[in-house]
Nanobody
């Protein structure tokens, strides 16, 4: 069983920055891809960014390009999301997700998320 623990959220003013972390633990961890998603109050979870675990190809939702950077540390089983120029519309609970294999066309979420609040 994989466990994912998100951290690094908090309150920030518009234009500010945060770095989110996701620590993986449990069984041998070697997913095909890891991703960040977010869920705004009253909305469904939406895709933010993802990265292939081997190779490191990065993909982003259009609304975060140029502001967010996804990265990873395979040796320590860590996933990161560097966020800059945050805006109130970025306020959400952020989750990391695991897509175990290329054949499984969905991400699995094992953590509680980390809250990001952007306001004056």
């Amino acid at each position: 069983q994989v466990q994912l623990a998100e951290s690094g959220g908090g309150w920030v003013q518009p234009g500010g920055s945060l770095r989110l972390s996701c620590a993986a633990s449990g069984r041998t961890f070697s997913p095909w891809r890891m991703g960040w998603f977010r869920q705004k109050s009253g909305n469904e979870r939406e895709y933010v960014a993802s990265i292939t675990w081997i190779g490191g190809s990065r993909y982003y939702a259009d609304f975060v390009k140029g502001r967010f950077t996804i990265s990873k540390d395979n040796a320590n089983k860590m996933l990161y999301l560097e966020m800059h120029n945050l805006q109130p519309e970025d306020t959400a609970v952020y989750y990391c997700g695991e897509r175990p294999t290329i054949e499984i066309n969905e991400f699995h979420f094992w953590g509680q998320g980390t809250q990001v609040i952007v306001s004056t």
